[in-house]
């Protein structure tokens, strides 16, 4: 709706994260119910019952990204000398995976934001994996059975 001003107004989300100098870049970190894998050529790279989701607006739509803690990532990840800043998350690091031998087998293949900005925080310090690179599994949570209920 067009203001005093006759400019369109923004609406805003109490659930989501706003550029403080753009308010059309927005994001919102949403818990993943469920179990999430994710796979590079069929081998699995991570997986977790406590990721989080990430859906970004900013020139475009974003796809949405998955974030798992450290210790859900099997693959083994070198850091690499790559650093960019995002005014809704922080300062990322990019990573390689690395394959048995030592060798970079695919680099930028996942990032970190080890130095969140404060409304961020619940990112420090996850893995996020480049969509583009790999492949997602998202399972349902299952729900318990009701007590004393049977399976047919």
């Known amino acids: 709706m067009p203001d ?3 400019l369109q107004q923004i609406t805003r989300s109490r659930e989501t994260i706003h550029n403080p100098d753009d308010a059309r870049h927005f994001m ?17 790279l991570a997986e977790s019952n406590q990721t989080l989701r990430v859906l970004e607006v900013g020139s475009d739509i974003y796809d949405p990204v998955f974030y798992f803690p450290p210790s859900h990532v099997q693959a083994t990840l070198a850091p690499l000398e790559k650093r960019t ?3 809704l998350k922080g300062h990322a690091s990019y990573f390689a995976l690395v394959s048995d031998h030592g060798a970079i087998q695919v680099p930028e293949i ?5 130095d969140t900005l404060d409304f961020a925080s619940e990112l420090k310090d996850l893995i996020a994996f480049d969509a583009s690179l790999v492949v997602f599994e998202q399972h349902p949570a299952c729900s318990p059975s009701p007590r004393g209920s049977q399976s047919p």
């Not at 919102?28 to 699995?44: A, F, M």
């Open 110 to 114: 996942a990032w970190c934001y080890g």
């Open 28 to 44: 919102r970190i949403k818990p993943v119910p469920g179990h999430v894998r994710v796979l590079y050529d069929g081998d699995l």
């Open 4 to 6: 005093k001003t006759g």
């Open 85 to 87: 800043f995002c005014p």
